[in-house]
């Protein structure tokens, strides 16, 4: 069974420094990996996720991912972040062709002005 | 345009009560679950179903019961509520049964046990 894991519960930065995240998965072979946000008292949206190809991909808010297979990685970047991108960021992981999708604990960013 | 609507948003019970939490969604999608979050432990899948009529077990589907009378609607029964099942719960859909679509969250139902 596939898992995933987000190291980091918290991570602070200042508005205008740059975001990484980190999402390590388990699976056999290469998984289908996604990043949700949550912002304060909402549901949860799709940022991107990444089947195959291109292993850098691109997503909405001016997010990005880069699948990593050497180190069974999926991490979120964004050059320069702003204060509305303060949320919970979950990774989340299924096997392709399933129908259950497993999500990671989750990590709260908080942005310093 | 609604999306998936989940009511009610709060809910207070006592160990032992029961009650029905509300989801339904307008996009005419297949496939719906239930999710509850808790510090630590991110999202949980509880129950989830492919149609109507289908449904199936997730990670924690224990004292919880769901059924899929209609495409629009998943309600997820509590029947003999305990402070363990104290948590948010999120209701999702999508276009399809397998994962390649994207989920649509609910705005959440905060609920608490006491």
């Known amino acids: 069974a596939q898992s995933v894991t987000q190291p980091d519960i918290h991570i602070t930065v200042s508005e205008g420094a740059s975001l990484e995240l980190r999402c390590n998965y388990s699976?056999?072979?290469?998984?289908?990996l996604f990043w949700y946000v949550q912002s304060p008292g909402q549901g949860l949206q799709l940022l991107l996720k990444?089947?195959?190809?291109?292993?850098l991909v691109q997503g909405i808010k001016g997010f990005e991912a880069e699948f990593k297979r050497s180190q069974s990685s999926f991490n979120l970047r964004k050059p320069s972040v702003h204060w509305s991108d303060a949320a919970e960021y979950f990774c989340?992981?299924?096997?392709?062709?399933?129908?259950?999708?497993?999500f990671g604990q989750g990590t709260r960013l908080t942005i310093n002005p | 345009n609604a999306g998936v609507t989940q009511t009610p948003k709060f809910q207070v019970l006592k160990t032992g009560q029961s009650m029905t939490l509300q989801c339904a969604q307008d996009?005419?999608?297949?496939?719906m679950s239930w999710y509850r979050q808790d510090p630590g432990m991110g999202l949980r899948l509880i129950h989830y179903?492919?149609?109507?009529?289908?449904?199936d077990q997730g990670e924690v589907p224990n004292g919880y019961n769901v059924s899929r009378s209609t495409t629009e609607d998943f309600p997820l029964r509590l029947l003999s509520a305990a402070p363990s099942q104290t948590s948010v719960y999120f209701c999702?859909?999508?276009?399809?049964?397998?994962?390649?679509?994207?989920?649509?969250f609910g705005e959440g139902s905060r609920l608490t046990v006491l």
């Open positions: 179903s492919v149609g109507a009529g289908i449904t």
């Open positions: 990444y089947f195959s190809g291109d292993t």
């Open positions: 699976y056999g072979a290469t998984p289908y």
């Open positions: 996009m005419n999608h297949e496939y």
């Open positions: 989340a992981v299924g096997a392709p062709g399933a129908q259950k999708l497993v």
């Open positions: 999702a859909s999508r276009s399809g049964a397998r994962i390649t679509g994207e989920l649509f």
